[in-house]
């Protein structure tokens, strides 16, 4: 692979108005990448280059306060997936069909104009924006969430415009595939995983609020309650044992969902850790983590929940690997009690930029009911 730049040369990079390539890893080895370009910098020639040579779907990320600010909706209410996307746009003058990339560039310009107001753009466009995740990277590992980061820190606009990287079959990209592509274009690389590790230097969402001993029925567990600064939520974490970042650990990172975890119903074939099973294991074992997140269910959730267990088709809903590029804040917990290897207890699936936590997954436990062939 192409050498990977400090953070500091991307900034430099999307300052002076230049495309940059941001890779990110996951925890089985592989990576996508996503070319990125401030939103005040975009021009016509960006855009053609994203949509001729990188081939992805040109996205536009914002702050969730300047898609309010604009009024623009998502596009499916309650999304809370790795890509909320809200309604397309186009700027309401000054274009022709739209689809150009001058007209492209042109919308990008309105939307992350100070002065345009809701009026300035309509619906449907040709530009897709997202609501990018507050906190960023330190809660979402995703492309869009990483570009509002550089621009942040790059002290431009929190605004950005990428595209994932296809290659010339039109999948998703690989090593290297993504390796030729910068060398080709002569692109600054960098990684969101050193982006994580940046922002952790000088930042968290995460701050604890209370520690002690708390007693369960399976014995005696450290207790520690994080308060995130994004939302206000309290996490907490219960802790068995000496954790040792060189010694794998067991962790569970939890967020309770009212059929697994209070009636106990599962789906057929689709083993689970439960809340309760979490808790048994890692009193077991020599050392372990749980961490349950605060995500309240919501009616819609609830009513999916049903629809499964009655065997009805789901509607459009986010895959589950797709949800797990929402790791950050378990994965500031975990760092901040001093994990480093995890033997997890979960889906073998792919996590992303886990390394910039200083994180590594070496091994996945499978819940007690799970065939042997799971």
Same mark, same amino acid.
């Given at each position: 692979?192409?050498?990977?730049?400090?953070?500091?040369?991307?900034?430099?990079?999307?300052?002076?108005?230049?495309?940059?390539?941001?890779?990110?890893?996951?925890?089985?080895?592989?990576?996508?990448?996503?070319?990125?370009? *401030? /939103?005040?910098?975009?021009?016509?020639?960006?855009?053609?280059?994203? #949509?001729?040579? !990188?081939?992805? =779907?040109?996205? $536009? %990320?914002?702050?969730?306060?300047?898609?309010?600010?604009?009024?623009?909706?998502?596009?499916?209410?309650?999304?809370?997936?790795?890509?909320?996307?809200?309604?397309?746009?186009?700027?309401?003058?000054?274009?022709?069909?739209?689809?150009?990339?001058?007209?492209?560039?042109?919308?990008?310009?309105?939307?992350?104009?100070?002065?345009?107001?809701?009026?300035?753009?309509?619906?449907?466009?040709?530009?897709?924006?997202? *609501? /990018?995740?507050?906190?960023?990277?330190?809660?979402?590992?995703?492309? #869009?969430?990483? !570009?509002?980061? =550089?621009?942040? $820190? %790059?002290?431009l606009l929190p605004s950005a415009v990428f595209t994932e990287v296809l290659d010339?079959?039109?999948?998703?990209?690989?090593?290297?595939?993504?390796?030729?592509?910068?060398?080709?274009?002569?692109?600054?690389?960098?990684?969101?995983?050193?982006?994580?590790?940046?922002?952790?230097?000088?930042?968290?969402?995460?701050?604890?609020?209370?520690?002690?001993?708390?007693?369960?029925?399976?014995?005696?567990?450290?207790?520690? /309650?994080?308060?995130?600064?994004?939302?206000?939520?309290?996490?907490? #974490?219960?802790?068995?044992?000496?954790?040792?970042?060189?010694?794998?650990?067991?962790?569970?990172?939890?967020?309770?969902?009212?059929?697994?975890?209070?009636?106990?119903?599962?789906?057929?074939?689709?083993?689970?850790?439960?809340?309760?099973?979490?808790?048994?294991?890692?009193?077991?074992?020599?050392?372990?983590?749980?961490?349950?997140?605060?995500?309240?269910?919501?009616?819609?959730?609830?009513?999916?929940?049903?629809?499964?267990?009655?065997?009805?088709?789901?509607?459009?809903? /986010?895959?589950?690997?797709?949800?797990?590029?929402?790791?950050?804040?378990?994965?500031?917990?975990?760092?901040?009690?001093?994990?480093?290897?995890?033997?997890?207890?979960?889906?073998?699936?792919?996590?992303?930029?886990?390394?910039?936590?200083?994180?590594?997954?070496?091994?996945?436990?499978?819940?007690?009911?799970?065939?042997?062939?799971?």
């Amino acid at each position: 692979m192409t050498d990977y730049a400090e953070i500091d040369k991307v900034l430099s990079e999307l300052r002076h108005g230049h495309s940059c390539l941001l890779l990110n890893e996951n925890s089985a080895g592989g990576m996508t990448g996503f070319v990125v370009v *401030a /939103a005040e910098h975009c021009e016509s020639s960006h855009i053609a280059f994203m #949509a001729r040579q !990188a081939r992805g =779907l040109v996205c $536009l %990320a914002l702050t969730p306060q300047r898609c309010e600010e604009l009024e623009l909706p998502l596009m499916v209410e309650g999304d809370d997936s790795m890509s909320p996307f809200t309604l397309s746009i186009e700027a309401a003058t000054g274009i022709d069909t739209g689809i150009s990339a001058a007209d492209r560039a042109r919308t990008v310009r309105v939307a992350v104009d100070a002065a345009s107001q809701p009026a300035d753009l309509v619906q449907p466009g040709h530009i897709f924006p997202i *609501a /990018a995740a507050v906190g960023g990277v330190l809660t979402r590992t995703a492309p #869009a969430e990483a !570009a509002i980061d =550089l621009t942040t $820190l %790059a002290g431009l606009l929190p605004s950005a415009v990428f595209t994932e990287v296809l290659d010339s079959e039109g999948a998703v990209a690989g090593a290297d595939y993504l390796a030729d592509f910068a060398d080709r274009h002569q692109l600054v690389v960098g990684q969101v995983s050193d982006l994580v590790t940046y922002r952790l230097a000088n930042q968290k969402t995460i701050s604890a609020v209370r520690r002690g001993r708390l007693e369960s029925r399976y014995g005696v567990f450290e207790v520690t /309650a994080y308060q995130d600064t994004t939302q206000g939520r309290v996490h907490l #974490a219960l802790t068995k044992g000496k954790i040792q970042s060189a010694t794998p650990t067991l962790v569970r990172v939890h967020v309770t969902a009212v059929f697994r975890d209070l009636v106990g119903t599962t789906l057929d074939g689709h083993a689970s850790w439960s809340f309760d099973a979490s808790l048994k294991a890692i009193a077991e074992s020599e050392s372990g983590v749980l961490v349950l997140l605060s995500k309240p269910e919501t009616a819609e959730d609830l009513l999916q929940g049903i629809d499964r267990l009655l065997g009805e088709p789901e509607g459009d809903t /986010a895959s589950s690997q797709d949800a797990y590029n929402e790791i950050g804040m378990g994965a500031q917990i975990l760092r901040d009690l001093g994990v480093g290897q995890i033997r997890l207890m979960g889906a073998p699936l792919t996590y992303n930029a886990l390394a910039g936590f200083g994180l590594e997954v070496v091994d996945f436990a499978l819940p007690p009911e799970a065939p042997a062939d799971h």
